[in-house]
């Protein structure tokens, strides 16, 4: 119990932290600030990040899933009378397809292990849903969740700069829930109200499509 109290303060310190240093950084996601917070908070008091992931895992993991489906929450204020179905559904396949396709190939070429190329495959969804469909295909979980974390990152982190350009909320959100998940959609909830329900509708779309052709492609394939 101790640990698991000491672990949630120091989580709750590197946030706060974090959260005042993004009002001079604010391109920057809290989440990244916040992850480099943790590191340092735990190099001052000497704690290994065992322990420490140790400590978070029963709290955190489990509030995870809960988060992700509480993103569904803001799509029942959406409209979807005005929507341009056609072009969001092939936005939707096309995104959910590439971003499988594209890192399983470079992991292909690049002459990587079966079980690793297959966890690239759960690069397009976000992290509860990669899990299981990792759990499905049989690929590492670990290496699932730091690729699916990463590219997360990476998204939200290139995001200002990428789309600094596109003004529409909706197609803002919609990238940023389709290519960085559910910290994209963080990500996009700063942006506006609009662009983070948006952003929440393509992560959930895309999440629920990729869970089920994926599989059977790949149990077709095998």
């Not at 489906?69 to 995104?95: E, N």
């Not at 290496?143 to 974390?149: A, F, S, T």
Request: net charge positive; hydrophobic share 60%; charged share 10%.
């Amino acid at each position: 119990m101790n640990i698991v109290l000491f672990s949630f303060a120091i989580t709750l310190v590197a946030y706060l932290i974090a959260k005042l240093i993004s009002r001079y950084v604010p391109r920057v996601p809290v989440l990244v600030i916040g992850m480099f917070c943790v590191v340092g908070l735990l190099a001052v008091v000497g704690l290994p990040y065992e322990q420490y992931m140790q400590g978070t895992h029963d709290v955190f993991g489990r509030l995870l899933g809960y988060v992700t489906v509480a993103l569904a929450i803001p799509l029942a204020t959406m409209r979807y009378d005005d929507l341009p179905l056609k072009s969001l559904t092939g936005i939707l396949v096309f995104a959910s397809v590439s971003a499988v396709a594209l890192p399983m190939s470079l992991a292909y070429l690049l002459h990587m292990a079966q079980p690793t190329i297959l966890a690239f495959a759960t690069r397009a969804v976000t992290t509860p849903i990669a899990i299981n469909i990792a759990t499905l295909l049989g690929s590492p979980i670990g290496l699932v969740i730091l690729i699916v974390i990463l590219s997360g990152l990476i998204g939200a982190s290139f995001s200002g700069l990428i789309l600094r350009h596109i003004h529409d909320e909706r197609a803002s959100g919609l990238a940023l829930g389709l290519a960085a998940h559910a910290i994209g959609t963080v990500q996009a909830w700063q942006r506006g109200s609009v662009a983070g329900r948006y952003a929440a509708f393509g992560m959930a779309v895309n999440g629920v499509f990729t869970a089920i052709w994926l599989p059977i492609v790949i149990h077709l394939l095998h």
